[in-house]
């Protein structure tokens, strides 16, 4: 008796460790296959970030829920532009009535900020659950269409919702395009970047959407420098110990690789253990041996 005990608590104590966040990335760096008009395209290009994209793997027991839960409720309090959220299940493997219930509550707290939530390549009996607790069956795409999967058929929607959207969407034209670049220019500029970082404190952490105190912690722990023109930042399958910084303008996309499709072991993130490194108009996400596209500076 003691025996079965022990085992049921080491059980449920690894699924309360379990790790199950396997990709988090913005619309900078996902889209639709629909051929956009160049307006729609231009609508978009300002406004991807606004979209997310969060993939799941293994078992969704409680205690990796609760702490998934806590992930994302401190990233849309500190990203207040996130107007959608696609949460995938492709890697899923199993789940339970208690996690489906944590799901449908973290759902609400979307919809308290405003943030429209769709669920992919949903289980049928977990996609059953999830209305059951009150997840709109609007929102959840539970099979691939004849042409496309299920992730892209929501990512399109997100991205109509987005296109048909009025007064929360920015639009550049090219002369402040041309300023917005000239403005991150002139904080990039500086030969000795490391020594003129209490200077720029505050624009990086505007820039980042962060405090100042995180960038002074970076600014302490690590060195910063300026790549050369066409130098390879990191590549797909590559891991790389340091942060790379996509500026727009300077900075150019020379691969892109499908997210959903990344196969391979598991992999953790966590609150404290960022890979996701966003810019305004590209982001490189870079948990260990996964990249969503390279880029040169």
């Known amino acids: 008796m003691i025996g079965v005990a022990a085992a049921c608590g080491t059980a449920q104590a690894q699924l309360m460790t379990l790790h199950v966040l396997k990709y988090h990335v913005s619309g900078c760096s996902i889209s639709s296959y629909v051929r956009r008009s160049q307006a729609e395209a231009l609508k978009l290009s300002y406004n991807k970030d606004r979209i997310e994209a969060i993939g799941l793997e293994g078992f969704l027991a409680e205690g990796p829920m609760i702490k998934l839960g806590t992930y994302l409720r401190r990233y849309i309090k500190r990203n207040r532009r996130v107007r959608y959220m696609i949460i995938d299940f492709k890697f899923v493997q199993g789940t339970n009535a208690s996690a489906c219930a944590l799901l449908s509550k973290l759902d609400k707290t979307f919809a308290d900020r405003r943030i429209h939530t769709v669920y992919t390549n949903i289980e049928e009996q977990m996609a059953a659950a ?38 929360e969407c920015d639009v550049m034209d090219d002369s402040a395009t041309k300023a917005c670049r000239s403005a991150l220019a002139e904080f990039s500029v500086p030969e000795d970047l490391e020594q003129d970082i209490p200077v720029y404190t505050a624009k990086l952490a505007e820039f980042f959407l962060c405090t100042e105190e995180q960038i002074q912690a970076c600014a302490a722990a690590g060195k910063w420098s300026k790549r050369n023109p066409g130098h390879l930042l990191t590549s797909q399958g590559h891991r790389a110990p340091v942060m790379q910084i996509g500026v727009p303008g300077f900075s150019e996309v020379v691969e892109m690789v499908d997210v959903g499709q990344s196969m391979g072991p598991p992999h953790q993130v966590s609150v404290e253990r960022f890979g996701v490194l966003v810019a ?18």
Not at 156 to 166: I, T, W
């Open 130 to 167: 999830l209305k059951s607790f009150g997840v709109c069956r609007d929102r959840v795409f539970e099979g691939d269409s004849t042409t496309t999967s299920s992730f892209q058929l929501a990512l399109k929607d997100c991205e109509d919702r987005l296109l048909a959207s009025e007064g």
């Open 280 to 297: 305004a108009e590209s982001a490189l996400y870079d948990e260990p041996a996964r990249s969503t596209f390279s880029v040169s500076s």
